[in-house]
Nanobody, 123 residues
């Protein structure tokens, strides 16, 4: 059974830092290309950052230089280190895991999501 569990959200002042974690089980972690999305009220989710199997990263322009995505294959965990947080970073953050195979081993376009974790930046 696939499980995607985020943690680490909270309330922080502008300029502060948070680290989000996402533990992924039930899938071969080392071949995954997971990412972090966020959702503002009334808006669609947007991709914030992702990391490939060999460490290649993508960042949304709005977080470049402030956020760092990383992975620990041994711990099956994806991280998002968020520094210099701004009021406009306030959102629900979701861990996203694309996977190309169903439970019968057949090609499929699947996505697994965590439950989301609230990040609030407020003075």
């Amino acid at each position: 059974q696939v499980q995607v569990v985020e943690s680490g959200g909270g309330v922080v002042q502008p300029g502060g830092s948070l680290r989000l974690s996402c533990v992924i089980s039930g899938l071969p972690f080392s071949i995954l290309v997971p990412g972090w999305y966020r959702q503002f009220p009334g808006k669609e989710r947007e991709l914030v950052a992702s990391i490939g199997t060999h460490g290649a990263t993508y960042y949304h322009d709005s977080v470049k230089g402030r956020f760092t995505v990383s992975r620990d294959n041994a711990k099956r965990t994806l991280y998002l280190h968020m520094n210099s947080l701004k009021l406009e970073d306030t959102a629900v953050y979701f861990c996203n895991v694309p996977y190309g195979e169903d439970d019968r081993g057949q090609p499929a376009e699947l996505e697994y999501w965590g439950q989301g974790t609230q990040v609030t930046v407020a003075s």
